[in-house]
């Protein structure tokens, strides 16, 4: 009897579980907002390097993108105050790269001058459905529009970038300029400040296809409804990847494959939306860390070497230029080995 029992109820369980794991979950219907897509262009982002070359493209590559939910400070806990202060690093977006650039001035000028400034990286993105242009309410007549993201910059998606340096020749004489004459703290040579810039060679060209996602609320992580910020997330993603934006089912999935996004491949796929990253080169790694304003090497190979994403020909160039530098002794002349 006692056997005859424990059958039954072992019965009971699996049937149970079958139809619970059998009943399919039924998704929430997609938002109706009337959305649709830009025109394809760029858009410029502005980050401050951080301690261990936090923020600079050797770092977001390795993380399979851009996302602020990755910029923490290197081996601290969550919690930490270390941890605290580099998760609020600052993204700015710009509509140009004039913009972008001025941005990046004033980083400098806020960290005190040429001589205290970190590193700032000015990175060319494709537009795509995970940038949304958001109007601001009350905004001056001239403000410049804001652009969200929604889970991250997929490394594919960026362009190219470039770096305004405080040991920069033209960065100095301009901040001196400005301090010895009381000039305005944003002078006008700041537009015409050479810049070497670097282009991804992971960048996909297949985004060219796409633009900014236009019809999304400016409010619309505040009106949540009884949902989740998460949940109003995970329904953005599902929109932007579906027929409603991009009717043609071919350019549907590259551009799911793009975002590596796919809920009907992949029904709970959820964030980060970054999932895969690229190792950085050792190589790579070691070269970003040399003070190569010591060194004498052609601006567009500077990028690459303190990007920390740099190629195998490049890194012989800079090692070369190392040893030559290191070598001269007094007055440039070569030291004479013994």
């Known amino acids: 009897m006692i056997v005859s029992k424990a059958v039954w109820l072992i019965t009971c369980w699996l049937w149970h579980t079958a139809v619970v794991e059998a009943t399919p979950t039924t998704p929430r219907p997609l938002p109706a907002y009337p959305v649709s897509m830009a025109q394809h262009g760029k858009i410029y982002l502005v980050v401050r390097e951080g301690p261990e070359n936090l923020g600079s493209p050797g770092y977001f590559r390795s993380r399979g993108g851009i996302?602020?939910?990755?910029?923490?400070?290197?081996?601290?806990?969550?919690?930490?105050?270390?941890?605290?202060?580099?998760?609020?690093?600052?993204?700015?977006?710009?509509?140009?790269?004039?913009?972008?650039?001025?941005?990046?001035?004033?980083?400098?000028?806020?960290?005190?001058?040429?001589?205290?400034?970190?590193?700032?990286?000015?990175?060319?993105?494709?537009?795509?459905?995970?940038?949304?242009?958001?109007?601001?309410?009350?905004?001056?007549?001239?403000?410049?529009?804001?652009?969200?993201?929604?889970?991250?910059?997929?490394?594919?998606?960026?362009?190219?970038?470039?770096?305004?340096?405080?040991?920069?020749?033209?960065?100095?004489?301009?901040?001196?300029?400005?301090?010895?004459?009381?000039?305005?703290?944003?002078?006008?040579?700041?537009?015409?400040?050479?810049?070497?810039?670097?282009?991804?060679?992971?960048?996909?060209?297949?985004?060219?296809?796409?633009?900014?996602?236009?019809?999304?609320?400016?409010?619309?992580?505040?009106?949540?409804?009884?949902?989740?910020?998460?949940?109003?997330?995970?329904?953005?993603?599902?929109?932007?990847?579906s027929s409603r934006l991009v009717p043609d089912e071919q350019s549907r999935q590259v551009l799911r494959g793009l975002l590596d996004w796919d809920m009907d491949a992949e029904p709970e796929r959820d964030f980060p939306l970054l999932r895969y990253g690229q190792p950085t080169m050792l190589e790579a790694a070691a070269l970003s860390r040399i003070p190569w304003e010591r060194v004498q090497i052609p601006p567009s190979l500077q990028v690459a070497v303190v990007s920390g994403v740099i190629a195998v020909g490049q890194c012989s160039a800079a090692l070369d230029a190392v040893r030559k530098t290191f070598e001269k002794g007094p007055k440039g002349r070569r030291g004479v080995a013994s």
């Open 67 to 241: 996302s602020q939910a990755l910029l923490h400070a290197p081996r601290a806990s969550e919690h930490s105050i270390g941890a605290q202060d580099l998760a609020g690093v600052e993204m700015l977006f710009e509509a140009d790269d004039i913009f972008a650039r001025r941005d990046a001035w004033m980083e400098i000028v806020n960290q005190g001058g040429p001589d205290h400034a970190q590193r700032v990286w000015i990175y060319c993105i494709a537009t795509g459905p995970n940038l949304r242009p958001v109007e601001v309410p009350d905004a001056l007549p001239n403000a410049r529009p804001v652009t969200r993201v929604l889970g991250g910059l997929p490394w594919s998606q960026i362009v190219r970038w470039t770096a305004l340096e405080g040991h920069n020749a033209q960065v100095r004489d301009l901040f001196q300029h400005m301090v010895e004459n009381d000039g305005p703290v944003l002078p006008a040579g700041v537009d015409n400040i050479e810049l070497s810039w670097m282009h991804n060679d992971d960048y996909n060209p297949a985004w060219q296809a796409y633009g900014a996602v236009l019809g999304i609320p400016p409010d619309v992580f505040e009106n949540l409804e009884g949902l989740t910020e998460h949940d109003v997330a995970r329904d953005l993603m599902r929109l932007v990847t």
